[in-house]
């Protein structure tokens, strides 16, 4: 269908920017919205078919305004990419309650509030497909990123949820599950690495840093593909709930649907007997 209405969050850096670019290549008309509207203009340039928003995607008054404004523009919403999000990296014991509760407040509940927004919208229209961008994280827990994968399990489990929902007005869920994409979530001004240390994980927290400040820049999925795959599953038939995205992420599925099984078989016998006499 051309001439689909887009709603993105943090378009203005990130893969935000290449879906945003991606989405207007394509024909179709966007909302980009962000923290900062100058900065999405200037990172998007002029568009006839651009708009641009002011959102802080943990501000739910921000989230009602920026989907006012873009069917008081564009007269609809079709399509909604949750894709703001931020990284607090460390150990789960090390990480203060405000890091924890920041990292929530961004990637979980931001999202939620962007969709709370904007749904009542394609309930109306009767059509609609909403999609967020997860990560492995949200599949498999990683060492440092106890509160990150805590709000991308969240957020899938929500996603799942929702879809059961909302599939009875036309409206349609996607979860994206990158792998890593060469974007700007490992750079400072994405990802902030706790102050707060405890002497026993020293030697290890040296080698977590080392390791996710030295992968910034060398991330081997290309965004721009990403952003182009979105708007083949858009303009699918039936889009997938679900996408893999990167080979990474393909392995990484691949790995935790095997252990899961081998646990699932391990314990079949113990887990099949709970059941009343």
């Not at 200037?42 to 989230?63: E, R, Y």
Request: with cysteine; charged share 20%.
């Amino acid at each position: 269908m051309a001439n689909r209405v887009w709603l993105i969050t943090g378009a203005g850096r990130g893969m935000g920017v290449d879906i945003t670019k991606a989405a207007l290549n394509a024909g179709h008309q966007v909302i980009a919205t962000g923290r900062n509207p100058e900065k999405v203009l200037k990172a998007i340039g002029d568009h006839k078919n651009l708009f641009v928003v002011k959102l802080d995607i943990t501000s739910f008054a921000d989230a009602v305004a920026a989907a006012q404004a873009g069917v008081s523009k564009f007269g609809k919403i079709d399509v909604l990419v949750n894709n703001a999000a931020n990284f607090n990296a460390g150990y789960f014991e090390e990480l203060s309650m405000e890091e924890i509760e920041d990292q929530l407040a961004t990637s979980l509940f931001g999202p939620m509030k962007v969709t709370k927004a904007v749904l009542p919208v394609m309930r109306k229209q009767r059509s609609g497909q909403i999609i967020t961008i997860s990560s492995t994280a949200g599949l498999t827990g990683y060492t440092f990123c106890s509160a990150y994968s805590a709000s991308k399990f969240g957020l899938e489990g929500w996603m799942e949820s929702i879809q059961t929902e909302v599939e009875q007005f036309g409206v349609k869920t996607t979860i994206i599950n990158p792998g890593f994409f060469r974007t700007e979530l490992l750079t400072e001004g994405s990802t902030k690495y706790t102050e707060n240390t405890i002497d026993d994980y020293d030697e290890s927290r040296k080698q977590q840093l080392e390791f996710w400040k030295g992968a910034n820049g060398q991330q081997t999925g290309d965004p721009a593909k990403l952003a182009q795959a979105l708007i083949t599953i858009v303009d699918a038939p039936t889009p997938p709930k679900r996408f893999l995205a990167g080979a990474d992420a393909v392995a990484t599925a691949e790995q935790v649907a095997a252990q899961l099984q081998k646990e699932t078989n391990a314990h079949r016998e113990l887990s099949s007997s709970l059941a009343y006499e």
